[in-house]
């Protein structure tokens, strides 16, 4: 199995639409209705994720599964990327841009969030959460 083919091509499509809704969500609320940090981020992955699950199983993925178990792993898949990449990236940013204002800092945090979900999160949905056996 190649790990970058026509597969990845639809995760990324998926992607651009996800990122289209859960960005704007995401930047709304925290810019705009000063919302925290956390509960932006997080408002973006839950929206998304719920649009992501549908459009990678059936579209990207093609899977015919129907279980709790695949659920059950992409909540695990989406949760623990999320922790890895937004755990990792407010420190980083915060490290990176000690002069900057703590809202550059997040804005740029989330943006880097962003990029680290995305990698991680297609490693686990190709690899585990819609593994073709």
Request: hydrophobic share 50%; charged share 0%.
């Given at each position: 199995m190649k790990l970058f083919d026509k597969t990845t091509i639809k995760f990324l499509i998926v992607g651009v639409i996800n990122t289209l809704v859960g960005t704007s969500i995401m930047f709304f609320l925290y810019n705009l209705l000063h919302v925290s940090y956390w509960?932006?981020?997080a408002s973006n992955y839950i929206i998304g994720s719920?649009?992501?699950?549908?459009?990678?199983k059936y579209f990207t993925f093609q899977s015919k599964e129907k279980s709790l178990a695949m659920v059950a792993r992409f909540v695990i898949n989406i949760s623990v990327c999320y922790l890895l990449a937004y755990g990792c990236a407010k420190p980083l940013m915060r490290l990176a841009l000690k002069d900057?204002?703590?809202?550059v800092q997040e804005n740029l945090a989330m943006l880097t969030g962003m990029i680290l979900f995305v990698i991680l999160n297609?490693?686990?949905?190709r690899f585990v959460v819609f593994k073709k056996n």
């Open positions: 509960i932006s981020s719920i649009v992501s699950y549908f459009l990678n900057a204002s703590i809202a297609y490693l686990g949905q």
